[in-house]
Nanobody, 124 residues
Framework: VQLQASGGGLVQAGGSLSLSCAASGDDNSINGMAWFRQAPGKEREFVAAFRWRGGGIYYADSVKGRFTISRDNAKNTVYLQMNSLKPEDTAVYYC??????????????????WGQGTQVTVSS
């Protein structure tokens, strides 16, 4: 499975951005996709996940109520709509695909396929 992320950019605090992650290849090998982010000098952290076999949508507490993850089945694409952005949301955002179980869905070890990162910068 190949994942192609896009949609990052520069936005002012309070603004919105939408990220996309298109999956190609044998997407039957995955049952969920997620977004992670990594800010300079920090570890990669979980943002949101969507599991379509087994169900469930998951968010980090820091983005709950502001970010929305969704999937377009026909396009094999997962989106991350980010609203009310804050400077602390500034990071490189990565999409990931795999077969996470409930205990790993918020962990990078739950995913084997990773897209290239896309930079999101929120200015104050």
């Amino acid at each position: 499975v190949q994942l192609q992320a896009s949609g990052g950019g520069l936005v002012q605090a309070g603004g919105s951005l939408s990220l996309s992650c298109a999956a190609s290849g044998d997407d039957n090998s995955i049952n969920g996709m997620a977004w992670f982010r990594q800010a300079p000098g920090k570890e990669r952290e979980f943002v949101a996940a969507f599991r379509w076999r087994g169900g469930g949508i998951y968010y980090a507490d820091s983005v709950k109520g502001r970010f929305t993850i969704s999937r377009d089945n026909a396009k094999n694409t997962v989106y991350l709509q980010m609203n009310s952005l804050k400077p602390e949301d500034t990071a490189v955002y990565y999409c990931a695909g795999g077969r996470p179980i409930t205990s790993t869905i918020r962990s990078a070890r739950g995913y084997v396929h990773w897209g290239q990162g896309t930079q999101v910068t929120v200015s104050s």
